[in-house]
């Protein structure tokens, strides 16, 4: 039987000659001559060289003046496979956020909490909430009414899930169950803006049925996407910039 990594007793480990890139004030400041020292896979202290102790078992390493820094948060990604999660950490990202659930991101999140694989922290979504339309693919979870959108977000949550992202087709009544389950059960909310169920001329000649404006005080830890905004909030200054140019002729 495998030993989990956390479970495994390795040496105290101490890094030293390096720089510490420090991003606690208002501009980040490279500290020189700098050691770290991890016990247990827990940074136990950091500090200048001179000061950080050496425990007798700790391996050493000389750092050569090189970087440490704090590790990155990709807070948008979609983990397919447990094959993607080594290449996170070998670019210095520590912690991700997927952004479309599936039943085995519990798990793999589960065993990286419990040092079994190797990965960066794994916060994921439940399966995108969707309704039929022009955006809906085959991994999402379609909800077509207040019923059952309220029914998908508690069976997620059973499930395991803590955070939940819904998408554009949703109509009006299954975004707001939604939202309003999630937040009576602890929930968070992000994703793509809902724009209800579209309609012919939208958003051409027609506005979406849900406006980007009753979305932003409803809680989203984040809206994904750059689109969003320019689709939705700068969607009537967009159109006031290009109808002062006239076309030639």
Same mark, same amino acid.
């Given at each position: 039987?495998?030993?989990?990594?956390?479970?495994?007793?390795?040496?105290?480990?101490?890094?030293?000659?390096?720089?510490?890139?420090?991003?606690?004030?208002?501009?980040?400041?490279?500290?020189?001559?700098?050691?770290?020292? &991890?016990?247990?896979?827990?940074?136990?202290?950091?500090?200048?060289?001179?000061?950080?102790?050496?425990?007798?078992?700790?391996?050493?390493?000389?750092?050569?003046?090189? &970087?440490?820094?704090?590790?990155?948060?990709?807070?948008?990604?979609?983990?397919?496979?447990?094959?993607?999660?080594?290449?996170?950490?070998?670019?210095?990202?520590?912690?991700?956020?997927?952004?479309?659930?599936?039943?085995?991101?519990?798990?793999?999140?589960?065993?990286?909490?419990?040092?079994?694989?190797?990965?960066?922290?794994?916060?994921?979504?439940?399966? &995108?909430?969707?309704?039929?339309?022009?955006?809906?693919?085959?991994?999402?979870?379609?909800?077509?009414?207040?019923?059952?959108?309220?029914?998908?977000?508690?069976?997620?949550?059973?499930?395991?899930?803590?955070?939940?992202?819904?998408?554009?087709?949703?109509?009006?009544?299954?975004?707001?169950?939604?939202?309003?389950?999630?937040?009576?059960?602890?929930?968070?909310?992000?994703?793509?803006?809902?724009?209800?169920?579209?309609?012919?001329?939208?958003?051409?000649?027609?506005?979406?049925? &849900?406006?980007?404006?009753?979305?932003?005080?409803?809680?989203?830890?984040?809206?994904?996407?750059?689109?969003?905004?320019?689709?939705?909030?700068?969607?009537?200054?967009?159109?006031?910039?290009?109808?002062?140019?006239?076309?030639?002729?």
């Amino acid at each position: 039987m495998t030993t989990p990594l956390a479970a495994q007793a390795d040496p105290p480990l101490l890094l030293r000659n390096i720089r510490i890139l420090d991003l606690s004030g208002s501009d980040p400041v490279l500290k020189p001559d700098q050691s770290v020292l &991890i016990d247990g896979g827990t940074i136990t202290a950091v500090g200048p060289t001179a000061v950080v102790t050496t425990p007798s078992a700790a391996r050493v390493v000389d750092g050569g003046g090189r &970087i440490a820094m704090p590790g990155l948060v990709d807070m948008h990604v979609h983990v397919w496979d447990e094959a993607a999660l080594g290449a996170y950490l070998a670019r210095g990202v520590t912690t991700i956020r997927n952004a479309s659930g599936m039943p085995f991101h519990l798990r793999l999140a589960q065993e990286i909490t419990a040092g079994q694989i190797a990965g960066p922290r794994l916060i994921t979504t439940g399966p &995108i909430l969707n309704g039929d339309g022009p955006n809906a693919q085959v991994n999402h979870q379609i909800v077509a009414n207040g019923i059952e959108a309220r029914a998908a977000v508690r069976a997620q949550h059973e499930a395991g899930y803590r955070h939940i992202k819904v998408y554009s087709n949703l109509s009006r009544e299954a975004y707001e169950a939604a939202r309003d389950e999630a937040r009576a059960l602890g929930m968070t909310v992000m994703g793509h803006t809902p724009e209800g169920i579209r309609e012919a001329g939208m958003p051409r000649t027609r506005p979406f049925n &849900i406006a980007f404006e009753e979305l932003l005080d409803d809680g989203f830890i984040t809206f994904e996407h750059i689109e969003s905004i320019v689709w939705h909030g700068l969607r009537e200054a967009h159109d006031e910039a290009a109808a002062k140019i006239s076309p030639p002729g």
